[in-house]
């Protein structure tokens, strides 16, 4: 019964999101304030039964039903509650209905929030969230219906695939969709724009929030699934440029170079064009993305979908969205003229040198991402693009980018004074000198990389904190007059540096933890040690053992520093029943310093066993610079400027009709 | 300096840069294209030994042997096998009889050294270039036993 229920809400909710996609565009276009006036409503009402849909088929989860087809294929009785849950989105049905119900919640957010927007943009935005709705509907109710009915009911379930039994996984999906769905609204607002003809800087104020939104979210889903990567497929790396990571980190590239873009549009009134274009292509990565990852096109844990029908759908829906919206784009952007003069040595300067190289470090993944498929598609000819081919293109791109962080935001706007930027970045300067010869001394110019790396993360680290102290007079002025100051500076302000300043926690993690690693290979036997970095690691054997819903070997280590034990690790090798299934559980100890990590292989007792070691120095600074620069945009996001309460169209009309 | 002059500089320096970096992309991208070869690929275009390209087939049954971290095995597309070594932990999925990937050189005699065995996430998945390489071979059965199950079992 309630399955059926569930399945009646995503119909009426397909019929809502019908009413919410074509009357309010009607209706801003005729100036009919009846029609203009139904897209809250329908936004609002189409998230309620969406998210109905999704609790039904949540409880039918929980309550492990399995004369639910989708339920019978993806859960077990056996299974922990939480992976009970997150099995409602570990799977192809079910992680569409996640997608849809963020998009209406961002929907029915704008329709809540958006009271000072004015009535036609309002209703153009939500038209157009409502026609995004009206696509995935349809392609959960006619290709993917998760409610779909078996009889008669089998008594117990397929169970979950191991590997994503995991809570870092059971998050990560929601997270990555809440980016990837959030990058709608900016979408919706820009076509919304393009329909009204019309960009100025209150539009880029109600559009950055969304915007930073979804950023945020998108950085902790990406940051979630490397440290899965990290810690569950047990070989130690934690991002591998497979076409799963690339789909989720190219929205990510578009979306930080829009969230910067949109600053200049705000400020200075002009980039209008770019930052358009930009929106309409991150929310189309974002698409991209889901089509890549859900398609079937790459084959990898993430492509539940093999049926073709659906991956026929989903590109006709992509060619639809981007073909449209770009089409659109062609025909009104010429009207998008900015006001602004360009000067190169300026804050707006800089920040349209972050967007070019974020533009074409996105485009070259894109490159490395689509080519094999396509190559594939046209004579069948199979080849891939290595990890090699990202590391050699994203380092030179990234370098500029990440120097530059440090002097754009000394940089004034319209006519910035390069000279005293970087006199003012004289302990920065300092500090990557200092880098550099530690640098030096402890690997006698060994690695170029790793002396890139330590100089550019001193050099953004102090360079973010430079800025910080000028704006606070950190010693120019008595202690009580910088307090206040800092008291009073935006929370813009502190979200910029506290991403910077994550970015330059990232650069660190990468270099040490790539340069400074210790691996060992071998076969050990009981009693054996062997040194790795700084610490020194006994096997002590492997016993048996046996978990919930899986049994294991698992292999003991008594990790020793300078003679004392200090920690005990427990690799494992994991035998799940059902479905049945072998999976590796690292053992990791982390700390701020390094991580201590091992995994145990096959073997027995007379030849040994293959075990894999790690010292991995710092490597979790990688991920917790990620969550700083999330935890900064989240600041950003508190700032009073961009609540969505704040100032209206009028006063830069008034300014502009001053000029 | 007039204004025009400046932003003709301006546009001219950001061209030259997108050059750069279009041409930095380019030639990365040559330089590390990896080509997927069947083991009758290998046997009938005389690869060079030395150049990096991924093998993929099914693990000859049987083939396996194990020494310490070593492991040699032999991949074939039931037309063609080579011998494959690998040295160090294997991923969970590697079986006897199982669909792998592998990337890796030839060595001088014509046995592929593997860097890496690629791990896959279920145990019923047959990677794609093996299912057409397969097919190419003329060996592809329907039928044959988990080879068409590409889809977990019961959907």
């Not at chain 1, 109710?141 to 059971?170: C, I, M, Y």
């Not at chain 1, 189309?284 to 084959?299: A, E, K, P, W």
């Not at chain 1, 492509?303 to 062609?330: K, N, Q, W």
């Not at chain 1, 170029?448 to 000028?470: D, K, R, Y």
């Amino acid at each position: 019964m309630i399955p059926e229920l569930g399945h009646i809400a995503l119909i009426l909710a397909l019929c809502l999101a019908l009413v919410q996609g074509v009357l309010p565009l009607v209706g801003a276009a005729r100036g009919m304030p009846g029609w203009i006036a139904l897209g809250p409503q329908a936004a609002l009402g189409q998230a309620v039964l969406v998210a109905f849909a999704f609790g039904c088929l949540t409880y039918a989860y929980v309550t492990s039903d399995f004369s639910v087809l989708n339920v019978a294929e993806n859960s077990h009785t056996l299974k922990p509650m939480l992976y009970k849950v997150s099995g409602v989105w570990g799977n192809h049905e079910g992680s569409l209905l996640l997608w849809i119900l963020i998009l209406v919640i961002f929907g029915a957010a704008v329709a809540a929030f958006g009271r000072n927007l004015p009535a036609t943009l309002k209703a153009r935005v939500l038209g157009i969230q409502g026609l995004i709705g009206v696509g995935f509907l349809s392609f959960i109710l006619f290709t993917s219906n998760p409610f779909n009915r078996l009889l008669p009911a089998p008594l117990e379930g397929n169970g979950l695939n191991p590997l994503l039994q995991d809570p870092g996984l059971a998050f990560h999906p929601p997270f990555l969709y809440l980016g990837y769905v959030g990058f709608s609204v900016a979408f919706s607002f820009a076509v919304a724009a393009l329909i009204e003809g019309r960009v100025d800087p209150a539009w880029a104020r109600w559009v950055r929030p969304w915007t930073l939104a979804a950023w945020c979210f998108l950085t902790i889903g990406i940051a979630l699934g490397s440290w899965w990567a990290y810690y569950e497929l047990g070989w130690g790396g934690w991002w591998f440029w497979d076409p799963v990571e690339n789909a989720s980190f190219m929205p990510w590239l578009a979306g930080t170079a829009l969230l910067h873009s949109a600053i200049v549009v705000e400020k200075r009134d002009t980039l209008k064009s770019w930052t358009v274009l930009l929106a309409i292509l991150t929310f189309s990565l974002s698409l991209l993305g889901t089509f890549l990852v859900r398609s079937g096109v790459i084959n990898s844990v993430h492509a539940f979908a093999t049926d073709p029908t659906r991956g026929v759908f989903i590109l006709l829906f992509l060619v639809l969205v981007v073909g449209g919206s770009l089409a659109l784009y062609a025909f009104r952007a010429p009207a998008l003229q900015g006001v602004g003069v360009f000067a190169p040595l300026s804050r707006e300067g800089a920040l349209v040198l972050n967007n070019l190289l974020l533009a074409v470090a996105c485009a070259a993944v894109l490159l490395g991402t689509l080519y094999p498929i396509a190559l594939d598609a046209i004579n069948g000819a199979k080849v891939s693009v290595g990890p090699q081919y990202f590391n050699a293109v994203f380092i030179p791109l990234t370098t500029p980018l990440v120097a530059a962080v440090a002097i754009g935001p000394l940089l004034a706007w319209k006519r910035g004074d390069l000279a005293a930027a970087l006199r003012r970045l004289l302990p920065a300067a300092v500090a990557m000198l200092i880098a550099l010869a530690i640098g030096l001394w402890l690997l006698d110019g060994r690695s170029f990389m790793a002396l890139l790396g330590l100089g550019l993360t001193a050099w953004l680290g102090i360079g973010a904190l430079c800025e910080l102290a000028l704006r606070i007079k950190l010693f120019a002025a008595p202690a009580s007059e910088t307090l206040s100051r800092a008291r009073g500076l935006p929370r813009a302000a502190w979200g910029m540096t506290v991403a910077h300043l994550g970015v330059a926690l990232l650069v660190m993690g990468i270099t040490v933890s790539e340069i400074w690693q210790v691996e060992v290979q071998q076969v050990m036997k009981p009693g054996e040690t062997v040194q790795v970095g700084p610490v020194e690691y006994r096997f002590l054997g492997v016993e048996p053992y046996k978990g919930p819903n899986y049994t294991a070997q698992r292999g003991r280590f008594e990790v020793l520093e300078q003679g004392r034990v200090v920690r005990e690790l427990r690799p494992a090798q994991r035998r799940y029943q059902q479905p049945p299934m072998e999976t590796t559980e690292a053992a990791i100890s982390p700390s701020l310093l390094g991580d201590l990590y091992a995994v145990v292989g096959e073997g027995d007792a007379e030849r040994g066993w293959a075990v894999r070691l790690y010292w991995k120095p710092l490597v979790s600074w990688i991920w917790l610079g990620a969550l700083i620069m999330a935890l900064g945009g989240f600041l950003s996001l508190s700032d009073r400027r961009l609540r969505v309460g704040a100032p209206a169209r009028r006063r830069s009309e008034a300014a502009a009709a001053a000029e | 300096m007039t204004r025009k002059r400046k932003r003709l500089l301006a546009v001219l320096g950001l061209l030259s840069g997108l050059g750069i970096a279009t041409a930095l992309v380019l030639s990365a991208f040559n330089d590390n294209l990896v080509f997927f070869h069947s083991p009758s690929d290998v046997a009938e275009k005389q690869l060079p030994a030395g150049r990096l390209f991924r093998l993929g087939g099914l693990v000859e049954a049987g083939s396996v042997k194990k020494d310490g971290l070593n492991t040699d095995f032999i991949v074939t597309d039931l037309r063609a096998t080579i011998p494959v070594r690998y040295t160090g932990i294997l991923p969970d999925l590697f079986r006897e009889g199982q669909g792998v990937v592998a990337n890796g050189r030839l060595d001088a005699e014509g046995r592929f050294v593997a860097t890496e065995v690629l791990a896959k996430h279920d145990e019923n998945y047959m990677p794609p270039e093996v299912a057409d390489a397969l097919k190419k071979s003329g060996q592809w059965h329907e039928k044959s036993g988990d080879h068409t199950k590409l889809v977990k079992p019961g959907s």
